[in-house]
């Protein structure tokens, strides 16, 4: 039983088995060379094992690991062989390489996750197996929210080890909200020195009346973030950067408050004790309650020219072909009140606010192409009209992905209503996070990010699907865990693996395999929902413990 997730695409056992021991090699080929580095560094943690240079090219030993190229594979494809002559992974690049070498970590059980052997006499077996494996999609993506509560960089390292062990290649960064902002940008310092911290924290979704009063703040230096990028790099996953505009910005707006509305934002108020945004400009500061600030960026020629300078600074970090501006719930009262943009509207010809949206979005789309990158957005951004080269993030449920798939533009599908993991994945009184909508491990496994009306020609630009972690609850990495897993291993192989149609799959067998990987997980340090409903110390008593009546609390 090999227990695999994401489950392969073709697996043939044999009887025998290859045992791995201090004199046995590892091989990388031409254009393997970093993934055997990879492969190397985390056996010698968990074993021990020495795994000397093999000697020749294309040299496995009858106890060795061979690594190398297949022209013949797709780049993310693989093939291992484990047999009489040792363990052979091949792969059509390094990407495919990587996934098999993961594969190969699976199969010598849970105590090679670990950080340090439990003994070193002890003998390594991969069975003899033959595995054909390649994904379903190639953006398998996870989107981490470190502005609303902050991960500092080796969490965020350590996510990125999970995410590759699951197969999953691109993290969206969520870098900037109301709540914070979260990357150093050179030539706007305020951006961090103020708009990284906020004085105190709403504890629970946002209906709660209690504050968390310490102050709440982190960010990434220009040096974290190429550490990150190379990690991720490394484990051949791609980090996408979300900077968001025109909403989700009053962290920027109290940085720089020329950047919002500053002919209308007059209303009197502390924004701290409202918790509705409402503030005057001088109070204006980094929000600290949840859901979603009127405060926007103004629609001026500086707004335009200071996120330039931002994403300047964002292209150099990032080589990412895309690039998030999010979009995304943008209030247009601000915009509707103000004269300068009542006044911008007519000037650029343009119908509404929506439209108003649109220009903002058509401007960093035009903007990115001339670069040489792609804007992504969510899929708000459809509102007004899609600019050009836009590709959605459709989070809203299908619709968006949807229309933008029928009008010619990529999608990567996230609803809301199915990969949100957030959202809690049980009704019981004692789950700590009661937001949104229950979500089971078994949901998550009959997500299918292909709607049905699709045509393929359509369903083509589907490039794939993510879930989505935003963390207004959770404020450190245990309680991003929780929520995660098991769910991920479940998204993971719906990314990943040819699964058949929801209603037909194995959510049985699936649980089986589970077994195998609770024990990775423990082994990695995971802090998942266990079956069984939470931990005693993963419960969360007090305004957590229930929703309020009504439909599910939001954020
Ligand atoms: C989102 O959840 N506002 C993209």
């Not at 291992?80 to 990407?95: H, M, N, P, R, Y």
Request: with cysteine.
């Amino acid at each position: 039983m090999t227990s695999l997730i994401p489950v392969p695409r073709r697996v043939v056992a044999g009887s025998g088995e290859v045992r791995l021991t201090g004199r046995s090699r590892l091989h990388a080929g031409t254009g393997t060379e970093g993934v055997g580095r990879w492969l190397r560094a985390v056996l010698w943690q968990a074993t021990g094992l020495p795994l000397h240079e093999g000697r020749e090219p294309d040299d496995t030993d009858a106890d060795g690991i061979g690594l190398r190229l297949d022209p013949g594979l797709g780049c993310e494809e693989y093939r291992l062989v484990s047999d009489g002559t040792g363990v052979l992974v091949e792969g059509g690049g390094a990407a495919g390489v990587f996934h098999g070498a993961q594969t190969l970590r699976q199969l010598l059980g849970p105590d090679a996750y670990r950080k340090a052997p439990l003994d070193r006499n002890r003998v390594w077996t991969v069975p003899h197996v033959t595995i054909e494996d390649g994904p379903r999609f190639r953006w398998r993506g996870l989107m981490l929210d470190v502005a609303r509560h902050f991960m500092p960089k080796d969490g965020v390292l350590r996510y990125l080890d999970l995410m590759a062990a699951h197969k999953l290649n691109v993290f969206h960064l969520h870098l900037t909200d109301d709540q914070g902002w979260r990357i150093e940008i050179e030539r706007y310092p305020r951006l961090t020195e103020v708009g990284s911290w906020r004085a105190r924290t709403k504890f629970g979704h946002r209906a709660s009346p209690l504050w968390d009063e310490k102050p709440h703040g982190g960010y990434y230096t220009r040096d974290d973030i190429r550490e990150i990028v190379a990690y991720a790099a490394e484990r051949h996953i791609t980090v996408v950067p979300e900077i968001d505009v025109p909403g989700h910005s009053q962290a920027a707006i109290a940085a720089y408050p020329e950047l919002g509305n500053t002919d209308v934002d007059t209303a009197s108020g502390d924004n701290s004790a409202s918790g509705d945004g409402g503030s005057t400009r001088t109070a204006l500061s980094v929000w600290d309650s949840w859901g979603i600030s009127p405060h926007v960026l103004a629609p001026t020629d500086h707004t335009l020219r200071f996120y330039e300078g931002v994403f300047e600074e964002v292209l150099e970090l990032f080589p990412s072909e895309f690039i998030h501006v999010g979009g995304d719930e943008c209030p247009k009262d601000e915009w509707r009140r103000s004269p300068a943009a009542q006044a911008r509207i007519r000037e650029l010809g343009l119908a509404d606010e929506d439209q108003l949206q649109s220009w903002f979005i058509r401007h960093f789309d035009t903007w990115l192409s001339a670069r040489g990158r792609r804007l992504v957005g969510w899929d708000e951004i459809l509102e007004g009209g899609l600019a050009d080269g836009a590709t959605v993030s459709s989070w809203r449920g299908y619709a968006g992905g949807i229309a933008a798939a029928r009008a010619g533009h990529d999608v990567v599908m996230c609803p809301e209503q199915q990969v949100y993991l957030d959202h809690r994945q049980d009704d019981g009184a004692d789950e700590p996070v009661p937001i949104g909508f229950v979500r089971t491990l078994e949901d998550v496994y009959r997500f299918e990010p292909v709607p049905s009306e699709l045509t393929p020609e359509e369903a083509d630009h589907v490039l794939g699907t993510q879930a989505n972690l935003w963390t207004e609850v959770m404020e450190d990495h245990t309680r991003v865990d929780y929520q995660a897993f098991p769910r991920l291993a479940a998204f993971a192989e719906v990314a990943w693996s040819g699964l058949p149609a929801p209603e037909e799959r194995d959510f049985a067998g699936f649980e089986r395999r589970m077994r195998a990987h609770y024990e990775r997980l423990d082994a990695l340090g995971v802090g998942y929902r266990p079956p069984g409903g939470p931990r005693p110390w993963q419960r969360r008593p007090g305004v957590l413990g229930r929703p309020i009546d009504g439909p599910p609390p939001k954020r």
